[in-house]
């Protein structure tokens, strides 16, 4: 390397003037970004302004209605009040867990209540998820 030869200044470094940065490549780097960006489309899930109807929901790809179904159920839940989850949260948690009740199944009761109950297909596809929950583990008190 020559003397005069430019220095090569790391992308992660603040530069001065107008020298453009290099955009991140490291994803650790990006994992901030992404979670944000992951908690943002959940929350527009869990929105009823963005929510689907039961109908679109039956009638959506399996797999992404499987994952839409699963991650309403995660939201209600995991998300903490505070740091600790509501008791009726726990209680439909470990009944979920002691049935070992996994996505897929979830998606058969879903799209099944919706099929068995009409009335329920111009609704918010959350309603739909609720009631399953209800049906699955009543012993939860939801």
């Known amino acids: 390397?020559?003397?005069?030869?430019?220095?090569?200044?790391?992308a992660h470094r603040a530069s001065h003037g107008n020298v453009p940065q290099r955009p991140c490549s490291n994803i650790r780097e990006r994992k901030p970004i992404v979670t944000i960006a992951l908690m943002m489309a959940l929350i527009h899930l869990a929105s009823p302004a963005y929510g689907l109807t039961a109908q679109e929901l039956v009638q959506a790809d399996r797999k992404f209605a499987t994952g839409y179904i699963f991650g309403a159920i995660e939201y209600q839940i995991g998300?903490?009040?505070?740091?600790?989850?509501?008791?009726?949260q726990q209680k439909f948690r470990n009944c979920l867990i002691d049935k070992k009740i996994m996505s897929?199944?979830?998606y058969e009761a879903v799209t099944n209540f919706i099929r068995n109950n009409p009335e329920s297909r111009s609704r918010a596809a959350v309603a739909a998820i609720v009631q399953t929950?209800?049906?699955?583990?009543?012993e939860a008190g939801n």
């Open 1 to 10: 390397m020559s003397r005069n030869a430019p220095l090569k200044r790391p």
């Open 79 to 88: 998300v903490a009040i505070g740091r600790t989850l509501d008791p009726s």
């Open 104 to 106: 897929e199944t979830l």
């Open 133 to 138: 929950e209800k049906e699955i583990c009543p």
